[in-house]
């Protein structure tokens, strides 16, 4: 049994095609798509000297917004049906506006909030809308269009699409692409997505020309991007489809057997990679302090200015409390640099174990896809649930520790996550979930 599809998903054509741009294009809006060029911002003049934003970047973000909560509204039940089952998520993204009630700033964390809250409002109207006939066509298509676009710029615009010397804050990057986004890091992500999603669609049935067309553009991103953490969520989860995706293919016996001789066989690894830990953080480029995050960390935590329980405020704790303090010490930040501490700054321990939530109900998640004793869906379809589910995993482990995507705005992590999330939104997940399809209004 396939994943369940409207009748008019085979169906392709000029209105078909500017329908689907146009909801890709929106969510490369929120996933912090254009914003250089829609705020009239020159790279090379430094922020504290940019007096003002063009109000096309505002209202576009706005229109977006606007029109993704119309979708979710009219399909009310639906919507409903999908947050439950992202509840961890959808628990975090309540938390985000809870916070408003303890916040040190409340309006800086209701207007950041509703940043952040735009890329699951936008991604959640674009999943009820866009017609995909696998689980893994939104995914690869979204990031192949942030990837065309990212080149237009590279060759047309390279001002704009190429880290430059002369940038007023991103000069050590010079050489790096960008793309459509304001650091090389975001164009690194979703050079990632796009390289895992074609290796996906390449065994799982779907048209190989293109998949391979996609997966060597990924690489080719991937390496002018430079960006450390996007590299070691793509090796990473090829290594694990190459290790575990045949196993979907197997009976349950079989499959239990291979695990406890992968988990023998991967002990010894472990230990080596704990020895060399340095070395291998030098691989991507990286040293022990992670380019000067752990100092960040041990500051945050030694300061005693948290509430322990429920923390500042998001976006409002640390631009309020913790930004003079680091600028002051020479720090040049945003954040944290590591979502745990972002979280321990605005929601105290309770964000904290809500993260941990999260990363515990994706590893079920995964769990079940790889464990499930029989499935409704066929082999190359359980290929690439499991594909997608291992992404998202890896995705977020990586991007936890090292950055602060999670918890910020306008940045294509949120929207990949949640197309990674397709089958489990969607409700295309193996049978031992049972999974409930909703009623669905397009």
């Known amino acids: 049994m396939k994943p369940r599809i409207h009748p008019y998903h ?75 089952r992202i509840a961890p998520i959808t628990f975090l993204v309540g938390l985000v506006f809870a916070s408003v009630l303890w916040s040190v700033d409340a309006s ?89 999603a074609s290796v996906i669609r390449l065994f799982s049935g779907r048209p190989k020309p293109m998949a391979a067309i996609g997966g060597a553009t990924g690489v080719l991103f991937l390496a002018m991007a430079q960006s450390g953490g996007a590299i070691i969520v793509t090796v990473f989860t090829l290594l694990g489809l190459l290790v575990f995706g045949g196993l979907v293919r197997l009976q349950l016996r079989d499959r239990m057997v291979v695990i406890v001789i992968y988990l023998i066989c991967l002990t010894p690894v472990i230990f080596l990679f704990a020895l060399g830990i340095d070395s291998f953080l030098a691989l991507f480029g990286k040293e022990p302090t992670l380019t000067g995050r752990t100092l960040i960390w041990d500051t945050i935590v030694g300061s005693g200015e948290v509430n322990p329980l429920i923390g500042l405020g998001y976006a409002a704790g640390f631009a309020v409390v913790f930004l003079p303090v680091l600028d002051a010490a020479g720090f040049d930040l945003v954040n944290a640099q590591g979502v745990f501490f972002d979280a321990y700054v605005a929601f105290g321990a309770l964000g904290v174990l809500t993260l941990v939530a999260i990363h515990l109900w994706l590893a079920l998640l995964l769990a079940k896809a790889l464990l499930a004793k029989t499935s409704a869906l066929l082999a190359h379809d359980r290929f690439a649930v499991f594909g997608l589910l291992l992404f998202a995993n890896i995705l977020l482990i990586v991007s936890n520790v090292v950055e602060s995507f999670f918890l910020e705005p306008n940045k294509p992590l949120i929207p990949i996550l949640m197309l990674a999330l397709y089958p489990r939104i969607r409700g295309v997940p193996v049978r031992s979930l049972e999974a409930r399809m909703p009623t669905e209004r397009n």
């Open 108 to 196: 800086i964390t209701l207007v950041e909030g509703m940043h952040y809250a735009s890329g699951y409002i936008v991604s959640l109207a674009v999943i009820q809308l866009y017609r995909a006939e696998t689980v893994s066509d939104l995914l690869w298509e979204f990031c192949f269009a942030m990837i065309i676009a990212s080149a237009i710029y590279v060759v047309a615009i390279p001002r704009i699409g190429i880290h430059q010397l002369a940038d007023a804050e991103q000069f050590v990057h010079a050489g790096s692409w960008r793309g459509i986004f304001n650091h090389r890091t975001n164009l690194g992500y979703a050079a990632a997505g796009l390289t895992v």
């Open 10 to 84: 085979g169906q392709r054509g000029l209105l078909s095609f500017v329908r689907a741009s146009l909801l890709l294009l929106c969510l490369m809006i929120v996933a912090g798509g254009f914003r250089l060029t829609l705020a009239g911002i020159d790279p090379t003049i430094p922020p504290d000297q940019i007096t003002s934003v063009s109000p096309l970047l505002y209202a576009t973000e706005g229109l977006v917004l606007v029109a993704a909560l119309f979708v979710l509204m009219l399909n009310f039940r639906t919507t409903i049906e999908y947050l439950r």
